[in-house]
């Protein structure tokens, strides 16, 4: 199919959102391996819709940086060098320990309570072991805290690292996750919010997202092949 006729998708249709989505939803949620070339046939029976549809929503995922576009080839799932990961890493401690602080001064008491539910949801996957609807919720949690800030900018900033993906990337699968620590940092960051501590907010998250940052950096000055990195 042409450029063209890509373009011609309807990009605000249902399908259309619904499929990208799903597809992002799958890629940040671990479906497929690191650099895997995802064929127009195989996306298109996933997601039940169009070639073209497809073609839209890859080309839209490739420019937002959730997929590598290949000439000629489609797309594949992207990996990250230990040096962007770092850097990712870097620039979501700062944008979120900002976001956290201005969070404790903008977030209604009706977003107070549902990060109080989500603690709740992540306290009792914890205790199952559940560790895949741990990290949905850490997610979930963060994604709260950010919308709670109401500043558009730094969110969107926050989206654009693909912290997700170089966490999965990096994450040691024999290590328990979460970390021992992770639960009582998410708790240290809503009392924070909780109680409108703006400075508190801000070390809370900090010393949350740097204690990823450290692992990473640790393991990797220690020479390993494939770095950990466990939030």
Same mark, same amino acid.
């Given at each position: 199919?042409?450029?063209?006729?890509?373009?011609? &998708?309807?990009? %605000? @249709?249902?399908?259309?959102? *619904?499929?990208? *989505? !799903?597809? =992002?939803?799958? +890629?940040?949620?671990?479906?497929?391996?690191?650099?895997?070339?995802?064929?127009?046939?195989?996306?298109?029976?996933?997601?039940?819709?169009?070639?073209?549809?497809? $073609? %839209?929503?890859?080309?839209?995922?490739?420019?937002?940086?959730?997929?590598?576009?290949?000439?000629?080839?489609? &797309?594949?799932?992207?990996?990250?060098?230990?040096? #962007?990961?770092?850097? +990712?890493?870097?620039? =979501?401690?700062?944008?979120?320990?900002?976001?956290?602080?201005?969070?404790?001064?903008?977030?209604?008491? !009706?977003?107070? *309570?549902?990060?109080?539910?989500?603690?709740?949801?992540?306290?009792?996957?914890? @205790?199952? /072991? !559940?560790?895949?609807?741990? %990290?949905?919720?850490?997610?979930?949690?963060? $994604?709260?805290?950010? #919308?709670?800030?109401?500043? *558009?900018?730094? @969110?969107?900033?926050?989206?654009?690292?693909?912290?997700?993906?170089?966490?999965?990337?990096?994450? !040691?699968?024999? $290590?328990? /996750?979460?970390?021992?620590?992770?639960?009582?940092?998410? =708790?240290?960051?809503?009392?924070?919010?909780?109680? =409108?501590?703006?400075?508190?907010?801000?070390?809370?998250?900090? /010393? /949350?997202?740097?204690?990823?940052?450290?692992?990473?950096?640790?393991?990797?000055? $220690?020479?390993?092949?494939?770095?950990?990195?466990?939030?």
């Amino acid at each position: 199919m042409s450029d063209e006729a890509v373009s011609a &998708v309807d990009v %605000s @249709s249902s399908p259309f959102e *619904q499929a990208y *989505q !799903d597809l =992002r939803d799958l +890629i940040i949620g671990g479906r497929f391996p690191l650099n895997a070339r995802l064929t127009d046939a195989e996306l298109t029976k996933l997601l039940d819709v169009s070639r073209g549809t497809v $073609r %839209s929503v890859t080309a839209r995922l490739a420019q937002e940086g959730y997929l590598v576009a290949e000439p000629h080839r489609g &797309v594949r799932t992207r990996g990250f060098t230990i040096e #962007e990961a770092i850097d +990712i890493l870097e620039a =979501r401690e700062v944008l979120e320990s900002a976001l956290a602080g201005k969070a404790a001064t903008t977030a209604t008491e !009706d977003e107070i *309570q549902g990060l109080a539910s989500v603690l709740e949801q992540m306290a009792d996957a914890e @205790s199952r /072991h !559940d560790a895949a609807e741990y %990290s949905g919720l850490n997610r979930e949690f963060h $994604r709260r805290v950010r #919308e709670a800030a109401r500043q *558009q900018t730094m @969110s969107m900033f926050v989206d654009s690292l693909h912290y997700p993906l170089v966490m999965r990337q990096y994450r !040691d699968l024999a $290590r328990a /996750h979460p970390r021992p620590d992770s639960l009582s940092e998410h =708790r240290a960051i809503f009392y924070a919010l909780r109680t =409108r501590n703006v400075e508190a907010a801000s070390a809370a998250m900090r /010393h /949350h997202v740097a204690s990823a940052r450290r692992a990473l950096l640790i393991n990797a000055q $220690r020479g390993r092949v494939t770095p950990v990195v466990t939030e």
